[in-house]
C-alpha cells in the first residue's frame, strides 16, 4: 500500500458510520473514533449496529480503531473511582473487539505534582492488566505518549517524554502494549521527534498520529502551520521498515483530503 493511502484520520466523535462513509467516497483506508460521547457512546451498541460497521468495514478494506478519552485518569487511585476506570477500560477493549477493531489507543494518566509516584504505580499496573486482558481477547493496545504541559500547571500528564514513556515500556511486554506514536507531542519537549525515535525505534509503533505545533503548547495544526520537519519525520520511519498506517488529527475534511495528498508525496 502506497504511502497517501497509509494515511488515515481521527473520526473523533462523528458517528462512525457517516465517517466509514466518507472514508470510503474518499478512498480512506484507516480511520480512529471516540465512543465516549455522542452517537459512538458505549450505551448505544446493539449487536445488529456493530455487524453493520464490520461489514461496511470488511467489505471496502477499511481498518478502524477506538481512540479512549485522555480526560479518564488511567493513574486513578481513589476508592470507587479506580475501579469505575478499570471498568471503562475493559468494556472499551470489549468494544473494540465487538467491532473488529484493529487497535485501542490508551493513555497513563495524569498526576498533580504532589502525588507522582503514587500516581505512577497505579497508572502502570492498570495497564498491564489491560494490555494483557487486549492481548488475551486479541485486541492491540498501544499507548499514547501525550503531551507535556507548562510547568507550572497543576496538572501533568504522564508518558509525556522519552524517560516517562520508557518507564512503562520497560514494565509493560512488547507483545501486549504497543505505541501509538504522537510525533506533534514528541515536538513539546527538548529529545523532540528523533529523541522518541532514537530511544524506541518502530518496533513497538501501531500507529502514528499528526499534526502540527511550533514546539511550545498542544495545539492541532495542519501540517506546514507549524514548525515539524515532517519530510524528515516521513523520510526516518519509512527508511527504517516502518510499513503501519498514520492518522491526521486535524483539519476539515477538505484539508485533510488536501493535507494527505500533500504528505503522501514525501518520503
Same mark, same amino acid.
Given at each position: ?24 467516497? @474518499? ?5 480512529? !473514533? @471516540? ?17 453493520? &460497521? ?38 472499551? &477493549?470489549?468494544?473494540?473487539?465487538? *467491532? @473488529? ?5 490508551? $493513555?497513563?494518566?495524569? $498526576? ?43 496538572? $501533568? ?23 501509538? !506514536?504522537?510525533? @506533534? $507531542?514528541?515536538?513539546? &519537549? ?15 509503533? +501501531? ?43 486535524? +483539519? ?10 500533500? *504528505?503522501?508525496?514525501?518520503?
Amino acid at each position: 500500500m502506497s504511502l497517501k493511502n497509509r494515511i488515515g484520520f481521527d473520526a473523533g466523535k462523528t458517528r462512525i458510520e457517516d465517517a466509514i462513509r466518507w472514508a470510503i467516497d @474518499n478512498k480512506f483506508h484507516f480511520l480512529d !473514533f @471516540n465512543a465516549d460521547t455522542g452517537p459512538n457512546h458505549m450505551d448505544t451498541w446493539t449487536k445488529e449496529r456493530a455487524r453493520n &460497521v464490520r461489514n461496511m468495514c470488511e467489505s471496502n478494506d477499511i481498518s478502524i480503531g477506538l481512540h479512549t478519552l485522555s480526560a479518564v485518569n488511567v493513574a486513578e487511585f481513589s476508592p470507587f473511582v479506580a475501579p469505575a476506570v478499570e471498568d471503562y477500560m475493559r468494556a472499551s &477493549v470489549d468494544l473494540a473487539n465487538l *467491532l @473488529n477493531c484493529q487497535w485501542t489507543v490508551v $493513555h497513563a494518566g495524569y $498526576h498533580f505534582s504532589g502525588d507522582i509516584a503514587e500516581r505512577k504505580n497505579a497508572s502502570v499496573e492498570r495497564l498491564k492488566r489491560i494490555a494483557k486482558y487486549g492481548a488475551d481477547t486479541g485486541q492491540k493496545i498501544l499507548l499514547e505518549n501525550l503531551n507535556f504541559e507548562p510547568d507550572k500547571a497543576e496538572v $501533568h500528564y504522564m508518558a509525556h517524554n522519552v524517560e516517562e514513556t520508557k518507564e512503562y515500556f520497560d514494565e509493560i511486554k512488547p507483545e501486549h502494549l504497543g505505541w501509538a !506514536f504522537t510525533a @506533534n $507531542h514528541s515536538n513539546l &519537549v527538548p529529545e523532540g521527534i528523533d529523541g522518541f525515535l532514537d530511544a524506541f525505534g518502530i518496533e513497538r509503533i +501501531g500507529e502514528v498520529r499528526l499534526a502540527d505545533n511550533d514546539g511550545d503548547y498542544e495545539v492541532h495544526l495542519i501540517p506546514g502551520k507549524g514548525n515539524i520537519n515532517f519530510n524528515n519525520l516521513f523520510t526516518r520511519l519509512e527508511s527504517a521498515g516502518y510499513k503501519g498506517h498514520y492518522s491526521m488529527a486535524y +483539519g476539515s475534511d477538505e484539508e485533510r483530503i488536501e493535507s494527505r495528498n500533500q *504528505l503522501g508525496t514525501l518520503a
